[in-house]
């Protein structure tokens, strides 16, 4: 099955600066990558997602990148803001008979961005 | 619109009992997933519905857990003689086919 790793683990920044989350996945035929913003006691919500015909998507400081040659795909923030603290997870899965399928998901990354 | 809903918020329960966890997905939504969210680690798969059939149960843990959405809407999640190992966040989501899987509040179960 899919294996989803995700890194860092933690990540540290002022605010201001940008943060890259990396993510590499294992299944060659998956094909759609979102990523959730997790708030501490809350559900994870949908930041940004990437089908694989595109290489890259933004949505203002916010953007996402896709390597489907290397199975990598990257989170980057920009001018980081005391609100982006929380726990971003990466996921991956399978878009056949469109339907979307399970999503497997990498282990998360606390980002806290100081003031 | 209303998103997706669980009850009940809280489940604390004794070990051996019967649990039901149930999911209202977003109206109109044809695919409904079970995960379930350890403290500090993503969602893990458990289950999914396209409409009232069950499309993959392939990560339910053992045949304690069981799901059913009889007419297509709602959903239960079913864990036959808990065990503490079971306590977790049992979260739902619901999309509309190729789109957005929408998470819900979640359920919070403790088996003591």
């Known amino acids: 099955g899919e294996n989803v790793e995700q890194h860092p683990s933690t990540l540290s920044v002022q605010e201001g600066d940008s943060a890259v989350i990396k993510c590499t996945y294992s299944?060659?035929?998956?094909?759609?990558f979102p990523w959730y913003k997790q708030e501490l006691g809350k559900r994870p919500q949908l930041i940004i997602d990437?089908?694989?015909?595109?290489g890259e998507k933004k949505d203002q400081r916010i953007a996402v990148t896709l390597n489907k040659t290397a199975k990598h795909f990257s989170l980057h923030i920009t001018e980081t803001q005391p609100e982006d603290s929380a726990v971003y997870f990466c996921a991956a899965s399978i878009n056949s008979g469109g339907s979307n399928y399970k999503l497997t998901f990498g282990k998360g990354t606390l980002l806290t961005v100081n003031p | 619109g209303a998103g997706v809903s669980q009850s009940p918020r809280y489940k604390v329960t004794k070990r051996g009992q019967d649990v039901a966890l149930r999911c209202d997905p977003i109206?109109?939504?044809?695919?409904l997933y079970w995960y379930r969210q350890a403290l500090g680690q993503g969602p893990e798969f458990l289950t999914y519905f396209n409409y009232e059939a069950q499309q993959d149960k392939s990560g339910l843990p053992n045949d304690r857990f069981s799901a059913e959405r009889p007419e297509g809407s709602i959903s239960t999640l079913t864990i036959q003689r808990t065990e503490q190992r079971d306590s977790a966040m049992y979260r739902c989501?619901?999309?509309?086919?190729?789109?957005?899987?929408?998470f819900g509040p979640g359920t919070r179960l403790t088996v003591l």
């Open positions: 989501a619901s999309s509309s086919g190729w789109d957005t899987q929408y």
């Open positions: 299944d060659s035929a998956s094909n759609y």
């Open positions: 109206s109109g939504h044809v695919s």
């Open positions: 990437i089908r694989s015909n595109v």
